[in-house]
């Protein structure tokens, strides 16, 4: 196991509510990654981090933004959740360029 | 901007034979990273293989191989004896100096007994 956590594993929400996924890591790496993943669509970059208060847009930013305030934390807050939203969301940690990305076990979030 | 395409939702093989995943990327950069990722059915992923750009020989990790074409912007993934344990959905990513990992839409492979 990589040492990587996210939480919670499952959550139902209703639309217009606000909604924080949390990312907990124990390897002190670097960066970090939120993703969504949807059939057709693979996975797609939501927000990256390159450090502590260092972060970064991806391919699908709206709507969705992320705090890094410690090295082993990293959140992803919608701030009024949409039924678009409704996905399995993967956080990555890795420690550079050519290193693995180890993903965290994804969280299912539904928008009703 | 980088950009990563699958082009293959699907496909097939039959169990023993070969088989190649397509995946081309588009990128400013000289230097580049790229990967294959596998997720099973129990959604974790797991690295196949890795490449660095401006190495020319093509990586090699078992009965996976790549064949990269830097010009053509293209990186397939040849997996050879396919096994049923193989069965899964195949993601090609990119990284770049900016830290950004990029995938495409994947490949869903199915193996045939």
């Known amino acids: 196991d990589a040492g990587i956590t996210q939480s919670p594993r499952h959550k139902v929400t209703e639309t217009g509510t606000p909604v924080t996924l949390r990312c907990h890591q124990t390897?002190?790496?670097?960066?970090m990654y939120w993703y969504r993943q949807d059939p057709g669509h693979g996975l797609r970059l939501i927000h990256y981090?390159?450090?502590?208060?260092?972060?970064d847009k991806g391919e699908v930013s709206d709507g969705y933004s992320v705090s890094r305030s410690k090295t082993e934390d990293f959140l992803l807050t919608l701030e009024s959740a949409t039924s678009s939203q409704t996905s399995v969301y993967f956080c990555?940690?890795?420690?550079?360029?050519?290193?693995?990305?180890?993903f965290g076990q994804g969280t299912r979030l539904t928008v009703v | 901007a980088q950009t990563v395409t699958q082009s293959q939702p699907e496909m097939s093989v039959q169990e023993a034979e070969t088989v190649t995943l397509s995946c081309t990327y588009d990128?400013?950069?000289?230097?580049?990273?790229l990967f294959w990722y596998k997720q099973p059915p129990s959604r974790q992923m797991i690295l196949v293989i890795r490449?660095?750009?401006?190495?020319?020989q093509n990586a090699t990790e078992n009965r996976f191989s790549v064949n990269f074409q830097k010009a053509a912007k293209s990186f397939s993934l040849k997996i050879s004896d396919s096994q049923l344990g193989d069965a899964a959905m195949y993601f090609c990513?990119?990284?770049?100096?900016?830290?950004?990992?990029?995938f495409g839409s994947g490949t869903r492979l199915l193996v045939r007994p």
């Open positions: 490449q660095e750009a401006y190495k020319q």
């Open positions: 390897e002190n790496h670097r960066y």
């Open positions: 981090s390159y450090g502590v208060k260092d972060t």
């Open positions: 990513a990119q990284m770049d100096s900016s830290y950004k990992l990029i």
């Open positions: 990555a940690i890795t420690t550079g360029l050519y290193t693995e990305a180890f």
């Open positions: 990128t400013s950069e000289s230097d580049y990273y």
